[in-house]
């Protein structure tokens, strides 16, 4: 049973460039949540997307935008790259239940390192 | 106010000791409690999911959670050097759309 993946594994990047990350969930799993985890803090939500929408998102910058695939794929995409940007990306998946409610909890992936320069 | 707060240690003791993992929470709309495992410059690891209040047992690993203090506890039994790592607490309300974690206790495990 193939867990979450994500990809590339590092990626570095200069100021004002873009970047896409990828995630494919668990096997089952139809809702991809997006965390970034600067260095010493704990994964701080960016956004949830199910059914190809964004169901809810965080405090974050409209520079982060993201998609779901009919094959509950995700990318997130973030614009004008700068310096604090440089964190671990991290995706996560899980199961929604009627009405999009869960009825799981997120499993993560290992995570897309990126250094903005 | 942080929605999560939790100490970040870092937390030393000697193999074979019990831990004491700690994570206090404000918004009383979360339900679901999860203490998650990191080893450095990898993904999150699912240790323990609790609903509500009361303990859960899993082999060396007991969560609890006081929702009338808003508080919750992981112990870890006859620790190992293996079991050095950052912990993690996340909450959620009922439909999982969201989590918040703690910043993470890292803990050491000396043979």
């Known amino acids: 049973d193939a867990g979450v993946t994500q990809s590339p594994t590092h990626l570095i990047k200069t100021r004002g460039q873009q970047v896409t990350l990828r995630c494919s969930p668990k096997s089952g799993h139809d809702t991809v949540s997006w965390y970034q985890q600067a260095l010493g803090q704990g994964p701080q939500f960016i956004f949830q997307y199910y059914e190809e929408e964004e169901r809810q998102r965080g405090n974050f910058p409209d520079r982060f935008s993201g998609h779901q695939f009919p094959n509950y794929s995700s990318e997130l995409n973030v614009n004008a790259l700068w310096l604090g940007d440089s964190a671990l990306y991290l995706c996560?998946?899980?199961?929604?239940?009627?009405?999009?409610?869960?009825?799981?909890?997120?499993?993560f992936g290992p995570g897309t390192r990126l250094t903005v320069l | 106010q942080k929605e999560v707060e939790q100490d970040p240690g870092p937390l030393s003791v000697p193999e074979g000791a019990i831990v004491s993992l700690n994570c206090t929470y404000s918004n009383s709309a979360f339900q679901y409690f999860m203490w998650y495992r990191q080893y450095s410059r990898k993904g999150p690891e699912l240790l323990m999911y609790t609903y509500s209040s009361g303990n859960k047992e899993d082999g060396r690993f007991t969560a609890q959670v006081d929702k009338s203090s808003k508080y919750i506890s992981l112990f870890i039994r006859d620790s190992q050097p293996s079991d050095s790592a950052t912990y993690l607490c996340?909450?959620?309300?009922?439909?999982?759309?969201?989590?918040?974690f703690g910043s993470g206790t890292k803990l050491n495990v000396k043979p």
């Open positions: 996340a909450m959620s309300s009922f439909n999982f759309n969201k989590f918040y």
């Open positions: 996560a998946s899980s199961l929604a239940g009627l009405a999009g409610g869960g009825t799981d909890t997120q499993y």
